[in-house]
C-alpha cells in the first residue's frame, strides 16, 4: 500500500500555516507506516512486532560480510510451488530454502542449517535390497553427503524377525541393505531415515 509522504518539507522559507497541512499528511503517514505489522505507538509493546511479513524476492538479496538475509523467495522445487522462506549466508554465500519440503511417504526437508533429512520405505522381497533416494533437478534435492541413515525393519507376517544391514554409501544417493527373516521374506517393508546435507 502506497503511504502519502511528502519528503522535502518544510522548506527553509516555509511558514507553519502553508505547511501545516502537509506536515500532518507525513505524520499520518509515518503512522501508517509503522502500523503496519507493528504494535501502535500507543502500546506498552511500542517498537515490537506483531508479526514479520516478507513480499516475494525475485532474486537473492545478496549480503556483506556482516549480514544473514532472511527472505521469501518462490520455491526451486515443484513440491513446494510458490514462496518458501530462505536463509543467505553472508558474503552472498550459500542460501537455504528452510520452509520446503515434499510431505509425502517418500519425502524431503531441509533444516534452516542447511541439513537435508529424507525419508521413505522400500520393499524387502530379497536378502538384498536396493535403496535410492530419488533426486530429480528442480523437484527433489540430492545429498552432497550423507551423515546418518536410519533404518526400521516392519515384518508383514508375526511370528519371524526381520535384520537389517545397510552398506556404506557410494554414490550418496544409492545404498544396499542386507536383510534376513527368520520366516523368510513376504514383501517386508524398510523404512529409512536418512540425514545429510
Known sequence: ???????????????????????????????????????????????????????????????????????????????????QLLIQRPTNGSTVEFTSSSQTGIGWTFLPSGILLKWGNVVATSPTTTIMFPIAPGTIPAFNGIFNVQLTPMKS??????????????????????CFSTGGLANDRISYLAIGF
Not at 7 to 27: C, K, M, R
Not at 40 to 61: I, L, R, Y
Not at 157 to 177: E, H, M
Open 1 to 83: 500500500m502506497a503511504i502519502p509522504y511528502l519528503p522535502n518539507i518544510p522548506q527553509p522559507n516555509d511558514q507553519l500555516s502553508v505547511s501545516q497541512g502537509n506536515l500532518l499528511t507525513n505524520f499520518q503517514g509515518l503512522n501508517t507506516f509503522v502500523n503496519v505489522n507493528h504494535v501502535d505507538f500507543t502500546s506498552a509493546d511500542a517498537g515490537k512486532h506483531k508479526f514479520a511479513s516478507f513480499p516475494v524476492q525475485a532474486g537473492n538479496p545478496g549480503t556483506t560480510a556482516t549480514e544473514l538475509a532472511v527472505y521469501s523467495k518462490n520455491s526451486a522445487y515443484t513440491a513446494s510451488a510458490g514462496p
Open 157 to 178: 507376517t508375526s511370528g519371524s524377525n526381520l535384520s537389517v544391514s545397510l552398506q556404506q554409501p557410494a554414490p550418496f544417493d544409492i545404498f544396499q541393505i542386507f
